[in-house]
């Protein structure tokens, strides 16, 4: 469940079971890379770092909830946190042309 929770949504089920089959022979290295990026904290270095900072989400994303998504952008001083609707996980695949303006609208404001 927690890979299908990553990919885009309506993923074709010929690649879904390409992409299991590829986890299942290599969980050796999948399940622990899985629990590290459960376990990192990078609050600190986020607090120190200067920069704008864009925080997209997708409004359906069932791996990044709403509460971390906020909290993710509270971290940096200089943050903007984007919900995209209608999105999961991968809203650059699901929702792309919301996706780049709200990057390109970013990008503009910090710019100029």
Not at 9 to 37: G, H, Q, Y
Not at 53 to 67: N, S
């Amino acid at each position: 469940l927690s890979l299908q929770a990553t990919l885009a949504m309506n993923v074709p089920a010929a690649l879904w079971e390409t992409l299991l089959a590829d986890c299942v022979a290599s969980k050796a290295s999948f399940i622990p890379n899985s629990r590290a990026l459960t376990e990192m904290d990078f609050t600190e270095g986020a607090r120190t770092f200067a920069k704008p900072v864009l925080v997209m989400r997708g409004e359906k994303d069932p791996v990044i909830t709403a509460a971390v998504a906020a909290q993710t952008a509270a971290a940096y001083g200089q943050s903007q946190l984007t919900i995209l609707p209608g999105s999961g996980h991968n809203p650059q695949v699901e929702v792309p042309d919301e996706f780049v303006q709200v990057l390109r609208d970013f990008i503009m404001k910090i710019s100029g």
